[in-house]
């Protein structure tokens, strides 16, 4: 099993920026694609990005392509989402998932484990 916790979220204004950070335990998350998905109230939950196993690969949302950035810190068995540039229409609850292979998805039933959310609102 893989248990996975966020923390990072919290209110920052347009255009501020915050670091999303998702810590894996139970086992080894280096071959794992990790992803980063959110649902704003009312609304589906939607992919935001994803890394590859191993970190060799990137995938975005085109909502966010060029504001945020997914990483790994394999050492960690850490992801984390830079998120620049925010909108109000960014606010949601940020939740990251493992999935047991290295090939990333935009897919949200691909992953086999999922935290418990960190809350991000950006106000106006």
């Known amino acids: 099993q893989v248990q996975l916790v966020e923390s990072g979220g919290g209110l920052v204004q347009a255009g501020g920026s915050l670091r999303l950070s998702c810590v894996a335990s139970?086992?080894?998350?280096?071959?794992?694609?990790m992803g980063w998905f959110r649902q704003a109230p009312g609304k589906e939950r939607e992919f935001v990005a994803v890394?590859?196993?191993?970190?060799?690969?990137?995938l975005y949302a085109d909502s966010v392509k060029g504001r945020f950035t997914i990483s790994r810190d394999n050492a960690k068995n850490t992801i984390y989402l830079q998120m620049n540039s925010l909108k109000p229409e960014d606010t949601a609850v940020y939740s990251c998932?493992?999935?047991?292979?290295?090939?990333?998805?935009?897919?949200?039933?691909?992953?086999?484990?999922w935290g418990q959310g960190t809350r991000v609102t950006v106000s106006s």
């Open positions: 998932a493992a999935k047991n292979a290295p090939f990333p998805s935009s897919q949200y039933h691909d992953y086999d484990y």
């Open positions: 139970g086992r080894t998350t280096n071959n794992y694609a």
């Open positions: 890394i590859s196993g191993f970190g060799s690969g990137t």
